[in-house]
């Protein structure tokens, strides 16, 4: 079985309430879970959270709740501990690990059914796949333009260059086409969950991924990203009155 698996806490500080912020007069968790909704693959669909309001509107979708424990509902708690207790939970819920979860976040809009039903035909053709990702392809933020700061307030390289071997110049692409995950879709094999064998920073996506690449894709911490997301949305069909799944 193939399941989805959306994660959103309450208790948000950048946008209070950010996962049913409305947008076009839907909450903003709505989008991840219409996508998953309307997937030829997914069969059952978990929302990993302590807040009723997204329990509220994840149960009217038919989706399944998973209580999520105060230990995980910090702004402290690591999404990657997070799944590891809601793919536990589904596993034992289905008898047996699922075939295929597709990892969603309520804070997340910037989804479509299509490259969920993408993603997952990647991995049904390549069984050597570990998982799927949506990337964008940034690069202005190339990791060799990062900087951090001294402990002096000055300006210091992020990463250092030397290391890498590159002849680096200012040329954005001097490295080459740098893409980065957005966080609006993972779909990944329960093999991944053991998380030594996954690339960091997110352990769960496994060493072999192949991306879906989109861009403007990103997950809500602020006003800006509710901007964002807005102008993203509508691009790709939706508003007030309209979205690409009405007939």
Known sequence: ???????????????????????????LMWYPLQAALHSRYIERIYVSTDSEKIASISLRHKARIIAR????????????????????????????????IVILLCNAATVLTKNIDNGIEMLIRDPLLDSVATVALLNQYSPIRAKRIGKDGALI?????????????????????VYFCDASLWIIRPRCMDYANGQPPFPWMGKRIFPIIQQGGLDVDDMEGIHDTKYWLNRHGFSKIKTPYQR
Do not use: W
């Not at 250092?160 to 071997?165: E, I, M, R, V």
């Open 157 to 177: 390289p992020a990463v250092d260059a030397k290391k890498l071997g590159l002849k680096i110049t200012c040329d954005r692409k001097c490295m080459g086409d």
């Open 1 to 27: 079985m193939i399941v989805a698996l959306l994660s959103g806490r309450k208790g948000s500080k950048g946008v209070p309430d950010k996962n049913i912020y409305p947008i076009f007069g839907r909450p």
């Open 69 to 100: 424990p105060k230990r995980l509902a910090t702004d402290k708690a690591l999404l990657e501990d997070v799944l590891q207790h809601g793919v536990k939970y589904i596993s034992e819920d289905l008898g047996k690990p699922p075939e295929m």
